[in-house]
């Protein structure tokens, strides 16, 4: 991207011109770019993935996975450069995602390996 020195004629500038341009600064650094409108389709196969998301982790954090589990998956994942959650949240969606139906199908509580 690039830097940009008095944009609009002023020291800086923030927001969205004619809903094309977006002004803004990262880390002190004054930058412009399109506006970009997300793209969020909601088909059967990514409501099924969020809702499967969405159980997951629940699960971690309202204790149904118990602090054990939780520290034996962090010890699990401690030398692969991920957090213990990563790999549950993976785990978890492996088994109780069914592609077939594009839904949240739950088989179990994943266990550490």
Not at 7 to 34: C, E, M
Not at 80 to 102: C, I, P, W
């Amino acid at each position: 991207m690039p830097r940009l020195t008095g944009p609009l004629f002023s020291l800086d500038a923030r927001q969205t011109l004619a809903k094309t341009i977006v002004y803004s600064a990262w880390k002190g650094l004054n930058y412009a770019r399109l506006r970009v409108i997300p793209y969020n389709p909601k088909s059967d196969a990514q409501m099924g993935v969020r809702n499967t998301l969405t159980y997951g982790v629940q699960y971690w954090r309202d204790g149904t996975v118990s602090a054990g589990d939780q520290d034996a998956w962090n010890g699990y994942a401690a030398g692969l450069n991920e957090s213990g959650f990563n790999r549950y949240v993976r785990a978890f969606m492996k088994e109780n995602y069914d592609a077939g139906t594009q839904d949240f199908v739950f088989v179990g509580i994943p266990a550490p390996k």
